[in-house]
């Protein structure tokens, strides 16, 4: 737990992208699709905006210390994309940051707040 620490909030919202973008692919995986059908489905909920209403979504649920991860990988977002609004980016990040905070940490925790989150159902068609 004390190496855990001494990772960045940058460190972790890199390790958090690839775990929230895994867990998107696992959710559509099935019914098997083309694909094309998959990218477009994965696209369209690890873009910044989709992560930003997910982490809305899912603060009520959050502990203190999961907020405080939060807020530390908000403050940390920089170098974001031209076009994404900053704030938007920011919350994306603070939800990559608890992704990868959790995934260390506490991957019980993490697999219950996955569970939470509302993946779109009409991008399905």
Wanted: charged letters at 20%; zero cysteines; aromatic letters at 6%.
């Amino acid at each position: 737990m004390a190496q855990l620490q001494q990772l960045s909030p940058t460190a972790l919202a890199y390790l958090g992208d690839a775990v929230y973008e895994l867990y998107v692919r696992s959710h559509y995986l099935l019914p098997p699709k083309r694909s094309q059908m998959y990218h477009h489905l994965v696209v369209a909920q690890v873009r910044a905006e989709a992560q930003a209403l997910h982490l809305r979504s899912l603060t009520p649920h959050l502990s203190n210390t999961e907020l405080e991860i939060v807020r530390r990988g908000r403050n940390a977002a920089t170098n974001r994309p031209k076009r994404v609004d900053p704030e938007i980016y920011q919350q994306a990040t603070g939800l990559e940051t608890l992704m990868g905070y959790l995934y260390l940490s506490e991957p019980q925790r993490l697999t219950e707040l996955l569970q939470k989150l509302e993946l779109d159902p009409n991008l399905e068609k």
